[in-house]
């Protein structure tokens, strides 16, 4: 059993006493219903939750694939009407709350959803400019990550981000990390619309990448014709890129040699997650591209993630003139959803001054 499909084992139990008694509180706000009721329809959802998980590490289905997005809807609503219905408890403890109010209040979740999910597919492109003494001459990365290619997202995705960036003007695309999810195993030709990609595409993987199996992801990326750099450099121009994965096998500080950095060249380093930026940049590297943290995806774990993470989102840069950029991800993990954030693809244009 793949690490996936463990973890969501794992939690199963909780996940399904936590949906019995959201359901019950909500049918209490509506009239009531039978327990009995509400405990087969909290099986019914266990069951959602975690068997298209089984089918989908073995081979993606489309009705695998489609139950996978109604448990990751149902998952979000979860939250929003548990905030919903707490909101409205304490209020009903002070003033009497009409009946039509409720139903106005509960119908805010759906409503919201259907932006929500709007939102986590409607990709966007933003540009930001990076300036550096040390750069021989412009040059523009398409900086993405986090595509999350699984059960949630499949093959369109990964079509739609080819076209997209084939109507960049960009040198290069880098994607920094979890270019796969690890919810449904991954096939030879699945990244293959990378390959009519018109620029270089360079990828280092993410903790994602390892969970269905690094291995499948590594080889079609290749068939892709996609540039894996697993701790390894590459030269590409004026550029020094420099690739670090990140697994969660080794949560400390990768360990480097400063003979990476080239200092005739600009030092970029992929690293998924934005950690140990000041470390890097002291080391020497210009540019680090980072991803992970989805800024948070949507609220209220935003404004979680602005806590968790000390750069969730967003071009920094250090008095040494540095950068580090954290990208909000084009995919989503778990929800199909978004709110506050964006699924992104950013042109970094890097300028010399």
Not at 109 to 132: A, D, R, S
Not at 167 to 188: H, K, M, Q
Not at 261 to 273: A, C, G, P, Q, S
Request: charged share 20%; aromatic share 14%.
């Amino acid at each position: 059993m793949n690490f996936t499909s463990k973890r969501a084992l794992l939690i199963a139990p909780f996940y399904m006493l936590f949906e019995f008694f959201l359901l019950k509180y909500i049918f209490l706000l509506v009239g009531g219903i039978d327990e009995a009721y509400i405990l087969i329809l909290t099986l019914f959802i266990g069951l959602i939750h975690f068997m298209p998980l089984i089918f989908e590490s073995k081979k993606s289905r489309g009705i695998t694939r489609f139950l996978t997005v109604i448990d990751g809807i149902w998952m979000w609503a979860s939250l929003m009407f548990l905030m919903d219905i707490v909101f409205i408890y304490i209020v009903a403890r002070f003033i009497s709350m009409p009946f039509e109010v409720i139903l106005i209040l509960l119908m805010i979740v759906p409503v919201l959803g259907i932006y929500n999910y709007w939102k986590g597919h409607n990709l966007v492109v933003h540009e930001k400019t990076i300036e550096l003494a040390n750069l021989e001459r412009d040059i523009s990365i398409a900086h993405l990550s986090d595509i999350h290619f699984g059960s949630l997202r499949h093959r369109k995705i990964i079509r739609d981000i080819a076209d997209r960036l084939n109507g960049i003007d960009c040198d290069l695309a880098i994607i920094s990390g979890d270019l796969a999810d690890g919810t449904s195993v991954v096939e030879p030709d699945d990244f293959m619309a990378f390959r009519n990609v018109g620029m270089p595409v360079v990828f280092t993987p993410g903790n994602h990448d390892f969970y269905m199996g690094i291995d499948d992801v590594i080889a079609a990326c290749r068939k892709a014709g996609i540039i894996v750099l697993d701790n390894q450099s590459m030269e590409f121009g004026c550029l020094n890129i420099h690739g670090i994965i990140f697994s969660f096998d080794d949560k400390g500080k990768p360990e480097l040699d400063e003979s990476l950095i080239k200092r005739d060249l600009t030092n970029v380093l992929i690293y998924h997650v934005p950690y140990c930026w000041e470390e890097f940049s002291e080391m020497g590297f210009d540019v680090q591209l980072s991803g992970h943290t989805h800024g948070g995806q949507f609220y209220p774990a935003v404004w979680f993630g602005n806590l968790i993470f000390k750069y969730n989102k967003g071009l920094f840069k250090n008095d040494l003139g540095r950068y580090l950029h954290v990208t909000t991800g084009v995919g989503a993990t778990a929800t199909p959803m978004r709110w506050g954030t964006d699924s992104e693809i950013v042109v970094l244009r890097l300028k010399r001054f």
